[in-house]
């Protein structure tokens, strides 16, 4: 069975950071380009960051670039995103994906917030 | 940035109705379209790949079409099961770009 297990979310400041994990498990995550895709409350998604399977490159909404920074490990099966400098517009809940395929997590909430 | 403009954003369905929800792709994408189902509270579920291809487990019921740079989804004879959130996205080019959503609500 396929799993994509995110955490690393919560409630944070402004301007603080922040880094959420996504394990993988049930499919050859190393052959797999990965991405991060969240959605404010109540509105639509919206992809935020993409690596490819060996992690040789990153692509990066213009919103987040310079501020958050998409990783891998794949000895871990692992995705991750770094977020710093965090803006109350970056609350949302954060799906780790393979949205040109059909795997997603459950989704980590994120709060930025005073 | 390629512009995914999705409509309409919301629609009143009955069971048994033939829906079609379009995205209009501000560029060419080829055939790199996706469409999602998402019901409240849960992940997205890929339902059409690559314009219209039926994801695996999905209902015959749901297909999907392209007609230039319209690209659609299409559910005959609806069930209570299909009423959700549905989003197009296009994955020809970054950044990958996501339709606004339509909401399909029973009468």
């Known amino acids: 069975e396929v799993q994509l297990v995110e955490s690393g979310g919560g409630l944070v400041q402004p301007g603080r950071s922040l880094k959420l994990s996504c394990a993988a498990s049930g499919f050859t995550f190393s052959d797999y380009n990965m991405a991060w895709v969240r959605q404010a409350p109540k509105k639509g998604l919206e992809w935020v960051a993409t690596i490819i399977y060996d992690g040789s490159r990153t692509y990066y909404r213009d919103s987040v670039k310079g501020r958050f920074t998409i990783s891998r490990d794949n000895a871990k099966s692992t995705l991750y995103l770094q977020m710093d400098s965090l803006r109350s517009e970056d609350t949302a809940t954060y799906y780790c994906a393979t949205p040109v395929s059909p795997y997603w997590g459950q989704g980590v909430m994120v709060t930025v917030s005073s | 940035d390629i512009q995914m403009t999705q409509s309409p954003s919301s629609m009143s369905v009955s069971l048994g109705d033939t829906v079609t929800i379009t995205c209009r792709a501000s560029?060419?994408?080829?055939?790199?379209v996706n469409w999602f189902q998402q019901k409240p509270g849960k992940s997205p579920r890929r339902m059409i790949y690559?314009?219209?291809n039926l994801a695996d487990g999905v209902p015959s019921r749901f297909s999907g079409s392209r007609s230039g740079s319209d690209y659609s989804l299409t559910i005959s004879s609806l069930e209570s099961e299909d009423v959700a959130d549905y989003h197009c996205l296009q994955y020809d080019e970054y950044p990958y770009t996501f339709g606004a959503g339509t909401k399909l609500e029973l009468k």
């Open positions: 690559r314009a219209t």
């Open positions: 560029q060419d994408v080829g055939i790199y």
